[in-house]
């Protein structure tokens, strides 16, 4: 039997609205134009070393992926931002993808680069995303989605995606309306995190 502590309550708020704030588990069920499920964690660094347009030194294999981010940002920057574009262009993903639509989201937030959720609600007809980076919010609009893509997206393709620790830091200075926007929306409606 699945434990699930307070299910009346969850089901009371999916009623009015919540939140989605997404990491990089979400995505694990989507694949990419070559066929893989998106990397995370060490996958990730594993492909990294195997891309011989990025070329690093094997010396690095012990580093944590934001640090070797961070490295490979300041020696290769255009060909890792190409590299994670490649990685994190979803072509395909599980069907479970569209259970996302029961939740009756209001806003949903990631620290994702991929284009998951884009993907979802482009075969939704009763449903359509808002991107708040360039549009801001639509506040009252029962057929919108807010979204927010806190490290930026691979469809952003006139905006850097932040995967080092210095841009990761430094998010906020680099667009506060989004992360005023997300402290609005946690006090507005409760917040899953996924």
Known sequence: ?????????FEHEITKGINLFLGAGFSVLAKNGAGEFLPIGNKLSEKVFDDKDLNIDKKFRSLE???LST?????????FQKFLRK???????????????????KSIYTTNIDNLIRKIYERVKDKYIN?????????????????S??????????????????SINNA??????????????????????W
Do not use: C
């Not at 990685?87 to 989201?105: G, Q």
């Open 87 to 105: 990685e994190f262009t979803v072509s395909s993903f599980d069907d479970l993808y569209f259970s996302i639509l029961k939740l009756n989201s």
């Open 71 to 79: 490295i490979i940002e300041s020696t290769n920057k255009d060909s």
């Open 1 to 9: 039997m699945i434990r699930f502590d307070n299910r009346n309550m």
């Open 131 to 147: 991107d708040v980076t360039f549009n801001g919010e639509i506040p009252n609009d029962k057929l919108v989605v807010n979204f």
């Open 65 to 67: 992926l934001s640090k």
């Open 172 to 193: 906020y200075t680099s667009n506060p309306r989004i992360w005023n926007q997300l402290s609005l929306d946690f006090e507005r409606f409760p917040t899953l995190f």
């Open 149 to 166: 893509a806190l490290h930026g997206n691979v469809d952003y393709t006139d905006r850097d995606l932040i995967f080092d620790v210095a």
